[in-house]
């Protein structure tokens, strides 16, 4: 469900779980959070690069796991894999294709390059979820974005089309679906020429005017999303989801 291999320097990370629109499970987010430290560890490795499958990025989290397992605070797999990335000291590069939904999205901001299929769709439907914006975005969107366009985006829950991706500065660069992940491969290997102390050093230069902020930040969502997980409209919404219906928030106040 998660690949991981490292060659010429590079440790790829790919989502492959395609038969769920490699939706996430507690046990794949594991496997991202240990691959990114092995990665970290691994002195050969000089960048990592995380993609899914040539039609789908991520569906994000499985919904089915969060009715059943939800994550619990800050030891949860969830929260691992995105601390491992977000504390992640080589540069990290994404390329999408398809759909990046949820975490799928919220990953990116934590990325340093993101390269994506220009038939890539974003979305960060918390809200619309009975959720709440998590792991920094709630800083990190309208920093990239503007305000009023990240209040679009997560207030009402309005998917993000490959154009006004790149526009909301989400993404590097578009290309067509069957050029992205190498060229996506080809900018993580020129991480392999240039000396590794530098990159690392001015990523966390580059970060830290707003890293503990973010560091912050994400407790407060954790918090959040967390309780509101539990909650009967996001119980609604999931259950909706699985029925194949439109959720109906009308009885909550
Ligand atoms: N969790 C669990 N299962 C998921 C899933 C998710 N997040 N996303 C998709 N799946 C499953 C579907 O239940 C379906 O399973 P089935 O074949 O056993 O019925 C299968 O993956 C295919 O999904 P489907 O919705 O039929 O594909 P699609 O191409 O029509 O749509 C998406 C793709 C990504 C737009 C759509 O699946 C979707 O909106 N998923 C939910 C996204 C979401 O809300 N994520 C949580 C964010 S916090």
């Known amino acids: 469900m998660i690949k991981t291999e490292h060659s010429e320097g590079i440790a790829r990370i790919e989502i492959a779980r395609p038969e769920k629109k490699n939706a996430i499970t507690a046990a794949m987010y594991q496997s991202m959070a240990e691959a990114i430290v092995a990665a970290h560890d691994d002195a050969r490795v000089r960048a990592i690069l995380i993609h899914g499958q040539p039609e789908v990025f991520t569906a994000g989290n499985d919904l089915e796991d969060f009715l059943k397992n939800p ?13 491992a990335l977000g504390n992640a000291e080589k540069p990290v590069v994404a390329a999408v294709h398809g759909a990046a939904v949820g975490i799928g999205t919220t990953m990116l901001a934590h990325c340093d390059l993101v ?33 009023h366009k990240a209040a679009e985006k997560l207030l009402l829950s309005e998917p993000i089309s490959a154009e006004e991706a790149f526009e909301m500065k989400l993404v590097n660069r578009l290309l067509p679906p069957d050029e992205v992940l190498a060229y996506a491969q080809r900018q993580a290997a020129r991480f392999n020429s240039l000396p590794p102390a530098s990159v690392r050093e001015t990523k966390r230069l580059m970060k830290s005017g707003w890293k503990a902020v973010v560091e912050k930040l994400i407790v407060d969502e954790v918090k959040s999303f967390g309780r509101m997980l539990r909650e009967p409209e996001a119980k609604e919404a999931f259950t909706a989801f699985f029925e194949r219906r439109k959720p109906d928030f009308s009885k909550f106040g």
């Open 71 to 83: 994550p619990q605070g800050m030891d949860a797999p969830v929260f691992q894999f995105m601390a």
């Open 115 to 147: 390269y994506a299929a220009d038939n890539a769709m974003f979305s960060m439907p918390f809200v619309s979820l009975g959720l709440c914006a998590e792991f920094g975005s709630s800083l990190l969107i309208p920093l990239a974005a503007g305000y």
